[in-house]
Nanobody, 123 residues
């Protein structure tokens, strides 16, 4: 089934948010899952990925602040975002890659997307 993100909102700098990606209807553990973000006028950029074996990869700008996890029993992936900064303001998307291995943080490597959830961080 389609992917669906939730958990976005408006927060102050320094606060935290937790995003959830729900992925009903398929063998979830067989897929690499990724979190991406995009602001108007810019390309979608990779935030974090987690492969079918639990290995994680992070973009440099979020490493140490954001943490990705998955719950294969519930078919969900989460993104815990701490110490949020105004530059983190974006629409956040979860994506699915056709296979358990995550090769890159490039959105071109992912073929299925949710509609996104907006995160707004004010200073």
């Amino acid at each position: 089934g389609p992917l669906r993100e939730s958990g976005g909102g408006s927060v102050q700098a320094g606060e935290s948010l937790s995003l959830l990606c729900e992925a009903p209807g398929y063998r979830y553990r067989s897929y690499c899952m990724g979190w991406f973000r995009q602001v108007p006028g810019k390309q979608r950029e990779g935030v974090a990925t987690i492969d079918g074996y639990g290995k994680t990869t992070y973009g440099n700008i979020v490493r140490g602040r954001f943490f990705v996890s998955r719950d294969d029993a519930k078919n969900t992936a989460s993104l815990q975002m701490n110490s949020l900064e105004p530059d983190d303001t974006a629409m956040y998307y979860c994506g699915r890659r056709g296979g358990p291995i995550c090769n890159t943080l490039s959105p071109d490597d992912f073929g299925s997307w949710g509609p996104g959830t907006q995160v707004t961080v004010s200073s």
